[in-house]
């Protein structure tokens, strides 16, 4: 597991990058990662009996809950689903149940080691894919003839990979052996174009190639996934559609690449490999948890949040959840839970469930100083956004420091006097303040525009000083 040796110092100064403040959180989360990582060190008897210790994000709306978890995932390269309490049903009920959580970790896992596992044998398939290319771009016989074949190799080739067949080479030497049998100026003309290719001259030729219809998709049915019933099995025992496309060759490699590396893997290997990562280094975020107390639940003819945080219960706990890649524990995944608690404590969840996420961090409140740093510091920050979007208009923005400055006091005193919506405050802010500019930005023919605090207080200052107009504009 590439990533998971990450210090909790480590982890802590890369979420520093995107992340403002908010230390405790931060430093929790890392040790709660970095004890999986020992967790895997120590001898497999004691191993098992070690369960994580899953954290409780408590914290006001709009300081960096949900950011952190989605940073973190990446930080760790680790399986990562992100679910909303709120959208869950009790078992019996139509709708959402608990264990679809589980499902979709184990295909984020999945996703994972197939895009490592293409990555492994790219070379090999871009290889492939070139000569896929040139039988293409330059077809053996006349073309009717030709497109049914394709077609054929394509049909076989689609089989085989529906049954996770490992690369057929007989397919391949008999490829070499077609060659033998195509006429002088056909070889000749192939070779030149395998030359092009790789020298990379063809790549805006439009070429059409048979690929797989997208729309032909059984789709994913949660009843269906609940039992366990595998859609894609059902998928695989139709024909394949495929349909004809025109686009450039760089684009066709790419499908090409795609077709040709899925039959370099074996589709048994990446489903057992991608059970084991959900359940070795899996973090499932449920957000909105404060939402499924009872007190807050107000109408009686809703689902029972309660019965939301019984379903809930076990796969904290750890039980074995059935997946069309295979069953899979939830005994060592992670689990994050955030909630603001504004309208219920922690401890108006069900006792057992409390118990099952021992650490809690709180999150502060954000300051004037953070909103500064919010807008300008992390790594693709709103006002970088911002600048480079103007940017493509040919228009340079700068903000001066009193600017930044005074934009964020305005968002912390709109949230102080209005609602407190945390660091989401400044985007409505900023997209207000520059509203005009994205608008005449493209027209003004200007090179460079500052925005100065006079600019600031001229668009904004006006309203957020009006608490009624700030609550509907800002
Ligand atoms: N501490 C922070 N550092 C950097 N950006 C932040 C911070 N807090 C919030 N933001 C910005 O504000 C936005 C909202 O934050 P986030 O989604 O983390 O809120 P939350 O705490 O999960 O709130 P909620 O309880 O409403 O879900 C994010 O898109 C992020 O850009
Ligand atoms: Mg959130």
Redesign the pocket.
């Known amino acids: 597991m590439d990533e998971m040796d990450k210090t909790p110092k480590q982890i802590v100064a890369e979420l520093d990058k ?5 230390d405790a959180a931060k430093k929790s989360i890392a040790v709660a990662l970095r004890n999986r990582y020992r967790r895997m060190q120590v001898p497999a008897a004691m191993r098992d009996e070690i369960t994580p210790k899953n954290v409780l994000m408590i ?10 978890a989605r940073r973190l995932a990446k930080i760790v390269n680790a399986p990562f689903v992100k679910v909303e309490a709120t959208k869950f049903t009790e078992v019996g009920y139509v709708g959402r149940d608990v264990e679809s959580m589980v499902r979709d970790l184990v295909e984020v896992a999945y996703k994972m080691e197939q895009d490592a596992a293409f990555t492994r044998v790219r070379d090999k398939a871009t290889q492939r894919a070139d000569e896929d290319l040139v039988r293409v771009l330059v077809p053996a016989k006349p073309s009717a003839d030709q497109q049914k074949q394709a077609q054929e190799r394509f049909t076989a080739m689609m089989r085989d990979l529906q049954r996770g067949k490992m690369p057929d080479f007989s397919q391949a030497l008999q490829q070499e052996a077609e060659e033998d049998h195509l006429s002088p100026e056909v070889q000749a003309e192939r070779q030149r174009v395998r030359q092009q290719l790789q020298n990379g001259e063809l790549e805006q030729q439009d070429v059409t190639i048979q690929v797989t219809d997208p729309g032909q998709s059984v789709g994913n049915n949660d009843m269906l996934g609940q039992m366990g019933i595998d859609l894609s099995a059902m998928q695989s025992m139709l024909p394949q559609r495929r349909v004809t496309r025109t686009m450039p060759v760089a684009e066709a490699r790419e499908v090409f690449i795609r077709e040709e590396s899925a039959q370099l893997v074996n589709d048994a290997d990446l489903a057992e490999a991608a059970i084991k990562r959900a359940e070795n280094t899996g973090i499932v975020f449920i ?2 948890i404060d939402k499924i107390t009872a007190t807050v639940q107000r109408n009686s003819g809703e689902v029972s949040r309660e019965g939301v945080q019984r379903d809930i219960l076990p796969i904290v706990e750890g039980s074995q959840v059935k997946t069309k890649y295979g069953m899979v524990s939830t005994d060592h995944m992670l689990f994050i839970a ?3 608690f504004h309208e219920s404590k922690p401890s108006d969840l069900i006792a057992e469930l409390q118990g099952r996420f021992p650490i809690r961090v709180e ?1 502060d409140d ?1 300051g004037v100083d ?1 909103f500064v740093k ?1 807008l300008t510091e ?1 790594q693709n920050a ?1 006002v970088k956004q911002y600048m480079a979007l103007i940017a493509t208009d040919n228009v340079k923005v700068t903000f001066t420091i009193e600017a930044i400055q005074r934009i964020a006091q305005i968002a912390y005193d709109v949230n102080h006097d209005t609602d407190n919506i ?3 405050r ?2 409505t802010i900023l997209e207000r303040l520059l509203e005009d500019l994205l608008y005449e930005g493209p027209d003004m023919g200007v090179g460079v525009v500052t925005i100065t605090e006079a600019y600031v207080d001229e668009k904004i200052g006006k309203i957020a000083k009006n608490q009624d107009l700030s609550r509907y504009i800002l």
Do not use: F, M, N
């Open positions: 995107y992340v403002i403040g908010q914290g006001p709306t709009g300081v960096g809950k949900t950011e952190i957000d909105e955030s909630g603001a999150l954000l953070d919010i992390p709103l945390g660091a989401r400044l985007h």
